[in-house]
């Protein structure tokens, strides 16, 4: 069973511009592409994330954990965060 509900996900991947598929990469949840371009592979697959819990608390204690690296547009913590945690 998926840790992430692909349909939030590919929502808030229009708003930011980039196309996402499942990952090909084991122990991935999600490739990131932007132009055809593989730019990163995201979310560990055996953990859930705010798609699937909604929990809100998980999700201020991720935002606290990768504070620096979330905010640097194009890092994976930066995708990660836009896609799997809003």
Do not use: C
Not at 36 to 49: L, P, R, T
Not at 54 to 62: A, G, I
């Amino acid at each position: 069973m998926a840790n992430y509900v692909m349909s939030r996900v590919k929502a808030n991947a229009r708003k930011i511009g980039v196309t996402v598929k499942p990952s090909t990469r084991k122990g991935k949840k999600i490739d990131v592409f932007r132009k055809d371009k593989k730019v990163a592979s995201i979310g560990d697959a055996s953990m859930a994330d705010f798609t699937k819990h909604r929990d809100e608390q998980r999700r201020k204690n991720f935002k606290s954990r990768f504070q620096k690296q979330r905010t640097k547009v194009g890092t994976p913590a930066y995708f990660s965060d836009q896609l799997l945690w809003n």
